[in-house]
């Protein structure tokens, strides 16, 4: 069903229809015969796409021939997905996403050191599959400073670095002192100096270590450089008062200091609430957005702060019994089975069953959201691109198929199709976009001068096959996944193509960091402050 269109929009549409025959003996890749969608002009129609140094250079009405061609009768032709939150930031993580048309992987909630964020960048340069990107992280800034993990090798793999620093406890529950806190914030400015496309703060992780002052200087480096700042919401897990609250500290940073700000996967209880309010804010013009994802159950270690018993049980009233699943072994946690894992294996993946299976459709019908997968590690997590997908495990089945899962959900429940090519392109591509972020302003449409980033499926067939019980099972119905002009999957066979490009801003010189200091703090605030004021990271409560 085709889109109804403003004036406006049919003049947008009007400019993308380029006759293009006399140069068709030019395209390096042609797809032909498509059900073409752009949601920035919410063009919708069946076209041919041409496609010439990585760019797509022609849609067109006429037929186009190339080097290469693609029949796309019966298949949508879309830009291919992005993702904001997904850690799987290794090779076979790559793979997992590019069979589920992930052609565009960002992490802004665990992040990259930020020490480590350039080495990060250059370990995937020409030899990454897809479009990758990290944000600079908080809880390793902390991890670095409070637990002496600096210097640690382990620390190049992002995201995933994690399951070795959450063995330790000081970057959770440690109260900073003014000067660790000075070093936590240079630590993170260093990673946005290396050109990070934002912060990532996985806040609810931290919550007793973490006071209002250390977000709020937090969010304020990356207010600095203009740059996102998303966060795990402070009582994520929590209910529906809980959750809202962390979504409101976050967001009232982010006006004070006039930055951007990503409220992190909000499909938690409140999350209408939430969804309001950032609707709210968009309205009247702030950078800020929210992500969902369509699972029921999330994926975290089993030594997240929201899972000890006073709060998982006692204040949110569930059973590990029934909420609390091991993703190997397919077995239900205990009380004392609990206990004993926290012991010996801290950093274990669990899932984690936290709303009702029928609000999965519902979030996907949410207007401006992101559907950001939350994509966490399988086992062995440094496997090669190649490495067969069957003998994976230990992962949620977001991490394989939260793109065929929104398709089938919304094949199942009639969401129109512009809508969620939305979610899974273009939004993210805007909001970024919209922070300076040039990676991100050529991506998400499908529009001539704007890079090949392409995915072509079948509305009817795409799916995802992953479960809770086997979470790495790719999706399927994938005609073709192209990156940067180059076919990467074709008939849901991964390919040796390795045309991924970094997604970061361009690196800078000299730091914007600005220490924290009693003295700047008194002069900016206060007429007169005695001297003996505690500074911005106290140990008795970050007043």
């Not at 609250?245 to 992190?264: D, F, H, K, S």
């Not at 429940?413 to 090519?421: A, R």
């Not at 900016?524 to 007043?543: I, K, Q, R, Y």
Request: hydrophobic share 40%; aromatic share 8%; charged share 20%.
């Amino acid at each position: 069903m085709k889109a109804k269109t403003t004036i406006l929009t049919k003049t947008l549409i009007a400019g993308l229809l380029t006759v293009s025959a006399a140069f068709a003996q030019d395209y390096d890749l042609v797809i032909n015969n498509g059900r073409v969608i752009d949601p920035e002009t919410l063009f919708d129609d069946i076209a041919n796409v041409g496609v010439k140094d990585g760019r797509i250079v022609a849609i067109s009405k006429d037929p186009l021939t190339g080097t290469e061609t693609i029949d796309a009768t019966g298949h949508i032709v879309a830009p291919g997905f992005i993702d904001t939150h997904f850690h799987f930031q290794m090779p076979i993580g790559y793979s997992l996403g590019l069979r589920d048309g992930l052609t565009s992987s960002m992490d802004f909630e665990m992040g990259c050191a930020g020490s480590y964020v350039a080495a990060w960048y250059e370990a995937r340069a020409g030899v990454t599959q897809a479009n990758y990107g990290c944000a600079v992280s908080h809880e390793f800034a902390r991890a670095m400073v409070l637990d002496g993990s600096d210097g640690a090798e382990y620390l190049i793999n992002g995201p995933v670095a994690a399951y070795t620093t959450r063995a330790k406890t000081g970057w959770s529950v440690t109260r900073p002192t003014l000067e660790q806190g000075n070093a936590i914030l240079e630590e993170i400015d260093k990673g946005l100096m290396a050109g990070a496309p934002g912060i990532g703060s996985t806040t609810g992780y931290m919550r007793a270590g973490i006071s209002s002052r250390e977000l709020f200087e937090v969010q304020k480096v990356g207010a600095r450089y203009g740059r996102p700042t998303g966060s795990h919401t402070r009582y994520t897990l929590g209910n529906d008062t809980t959750e809202v609250n962390g979504a409101q500290e976050l967001i009232a940073n982010a006006i004070a200091l006039g930055a951007p700000a990503i409220v992190l996967h909000f499909n938690n209880p409140g999350w209408r609430v939430t969804h309001e309010l950032i609707s709210g804010l968009q309205e009247r013009g702030f950078n800020i957005w929210g992500e969902i994802y369509p699972y029921a159950a999330g994926s975290t270690t089993i030594n997240a702060e929201f899972l000890e018993p006073q709060s998982w049980v006692d204040d949110l009233g569930n059973r590990y019994e029934e909420t609390i699943l091991d993703p190997v072994t397919n077995e239900y946690y205990t009380l004392e089975t609990y206990k004993a894992t926290i012991a010996s294996e801290p950093t274990r993946p669990v899932v984690v069953f936290k709303m009702p299976a029928e609000d999965q459709a519902k979030w996907l019908t949410l207007k401006g959201v992101t559907m950001a997968s939350d994509g966490v590690g399988a086992q062995p997590y440094d496997a090669p691109w190649d490495f067969p997908m069957d003998q994976l495990g230990g992962t949620h089945p977001r991490t394989a198929g939260s793109r065929g899962a929104t398709i089938r959900l919304g094949r199942e429940h009639n969401i129109p199709m512009m809508q969620l090519m939305s979610i899974l392109s273009y939004n993210a591509a805007k909001h970024l976009g919209d922070t300076g972020l040039k990676a991100m302003q050529e991506r998400g449409r499908i529009q001539t001068g704007m890079v090949a980033d392409i995915v072509v499926f079948d509305p009817e067939t795409f799916t995802d096959n992953s479960t809770y019980e086997q979470g790495a099972i790719p999706s399927t119905g994938m005609k073709a996944v192209i990156v940067n002009g180059q076919v990467t999957v074709r008939d849901d066979v991964l390919l040796p193509v390795f045309a991924g490009q970094p997604i970061q801003f361009e690196p800078e010189d000299k730091p914007r960091f600005v220490p924290v200091s009693l003295e700047a703090w008194n002069a900016e605030f206060s007429t007169g402050m005695p001297s003996d004021f505690t500074g911005a990271f106290p140990a008795d409560g970050g007043n």
